[in-house]
């Protein structure tokens, strides 16, 4: 009797243990993720867990606890009851339906790529991606999107109404390959592999289309990302978005790659690597006599040019550490700044007046000299 009550108290511990066990905390993910969040992170701890990789103790369990989490969560009916009932009320709700093979569905996840090793990459995207230079030089955040194509949410990329409705093709018996046998002599026979049209080499037949998709396997999406802008970020530095190229069942997706170039500015900044360029315009007087004038930067703050004396057309003046900042250090390059005299398109008589007795004295006195 009183074994009977320990083996008891022992069920009773185990299904309240199970029970604890949170899918969202399982996956890794917050409670209001997105569907394509939660994809995400069971492709990525599944491959992690899958016991093909991973021959640490547990790894298998953990591996079948992932699969689980993710059959309820990645099906929109089954996650609301979960979410609002718990894992009693899914079990009242399914009255003891078996759950998923784990490692099919790995494989249908994948499409029918047991190890994860062996599967193809899709095509990379190169993006050419332009930012203001003044985001360059103080850093930024910047949010953009990208339309890609997902596979479907709801058969997760296999095309059929359910698990149920792919069928082994009978034709080919699964391998997607028949082997045609001709005799071309008496007892001589040719054997050629070709591949099987029944399933078109899949191995698979698909007995309901998935309503969702249609049976394409993958759905149109626009997904926001945001790329940060280092400061002083080089000129057609490749930021990389790993795997967040197209999905497709065939393949693991491959990279959105930005190419981050600064916008050029007419008139006004120019930057080589760490330097900056600038184009002041001065008056005659102010080259003839000097100046303080005041120049807004990239960011804002004032930068004071100042000349004492004649400056002559062209003339360039440095101005350390006012250049981009050095990417991933914490220094300036320098300011270049080129000056450009304009001369009044017409003067008065009084001041043609003025100006020609200056000179002419002052090259008298030359002359006297
Ligand atoms: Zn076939
Ligand atoms: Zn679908």
Same mark, same amino acid.
């Given at each position: ?66 699969? =689980? ?34 490692? @099919? ?11 994860? @090793? ?105 997904? =926001? ?59 005659? @007087? ?84």
């Amino acid at each position: 009797m009183s074994q009977y009550f320990l083996s008891l108290c022992i069920l009773v511990l185990c299904i309240t243990y199970c029970a604890a066990a949170d899918y969202y905390k399982v996956l890794g993910v917050h409670r209001e993720a997105s569907d394509a969040d939660i994809r995400k992170a069971y492709k990525k701890l599944s491959k992690k867990y899958h016991p093909d990789k991973n021959s640490e103790e547990g790894a298998k369990e953990k591996f079948v606890e992932i699969a =689980h989490a993710y059959e309820i969560l990645s099906d929109s009916t089954r996650r609301q009851i979960y979410d609002r009932h718990g894992e009693e009320g899914l079990k009242a709700h399914e009255g003891g339906q078996q759950h998923a093979n784990p490692f @099919d569905m790995f494989a249908n996840f994948f499409g029918g790529h047991h190890h994860a @090793d062996q599967v193809r990459k899709g095509p990379t995207s190169l993006t050419e991606f332009e930012v203001s230079l003044a985001d360059m030089y103080t850093g930024a955040s910047i949010d953009f999107v990208i339309k890609k194509k997902i596979l479907c949410d709801h058969c997760r990329g296999s095309g059929a109404a359910s698990d149920s409705d792919i069928h082994t093709c009978s034709s080919c018996g699964g391998s997607g390959i028949k082997v045609v046998r001709q005799q071309i002599w008496p007892g001589m026979f040719a054997q050629s592999q070709t591949s099987c049209s029944e399933c078109g080499g899949r191995g698979r037949i698909i007995a309901r289309k998935c309503p969702h998709c249609g049976g394409a396997k993958i759905l149109d999406h626009t997904q =926001h990302y945001t790329l940060e802008v280092e400061r002083g970020m080089p000129e057609g530095h490749e930021v990389v978005f790993e795997g967040e190229g197209d999905e497709n069942p065939d393949w693991e997706p491959g990279d959105v790659i930005l190419r981050v170039r600064s916008k050029r500015e007419q008139g006004g900044w120019r930057r080589k690597e760490s330097s900056l360029y600038w184009k002041q315009v001065i008056g005659i @007087d102010e080259a003839l006599l000097g100046f303080e004038r005041n120049l807004t930067h990239l960011d804002g703050h004032i930068v004071t040019l100042k000349r004492q004396g004649v400056t002559q057309p062209g003339f360039v003046q440095i101005i350390k550490g006012e250049g981009m900042p050095v990417w991933q250090e914490s220094k300036f390059g320098d300011l270049f700044v080129e000056y450009t005299v304009v001369l009044p398109t017409e003067i008065s008589p009084e001041l043609r007046h003025k100006l020609t007795d200056a000179f002419h004295r002052h090259g008298r006195g030359k002359d006297e000299l």
